[in-house]
């Protein structure tokens, strides 16, 4: 049976327009990721996946030349 996904506006967006935030969605065995700007782009990652990305990410590894 498919269950809809239930998307949740991040708290750190709480501040923006509804346009402009990132969405968590939850399933079962997997966590979505999306921006509100562009809803039918959604990034699906396992739970542990996920927080690998958000380590390396507050680590500095994905920070590029722009910072």
């Known amino acids: 049976m498919f269950l809809p996904i239930v ?4 708290s750190h967006s709480s501040g923006c327009d509804a346009e402009n935030c990132v969405e968590l969605g939850l399933a079962p065995a997997t966590v ?3 921006e509100s700007e562009a809803p039918a782009t959604v990034l699906t990652f396992s739970p542990h996946r996920l927080a690998c990305l958000i380590r390396a990410v507050k680590a500095g590894t994905h920070d ?4």
Do not use: A, D, I, N
């Open 7 to 10: 998307w949740q506006k991040s």
């Open 32 to 34: 979505h990721l999306r």
């Open 64 to 67: 590029g030349p722009w910072k």
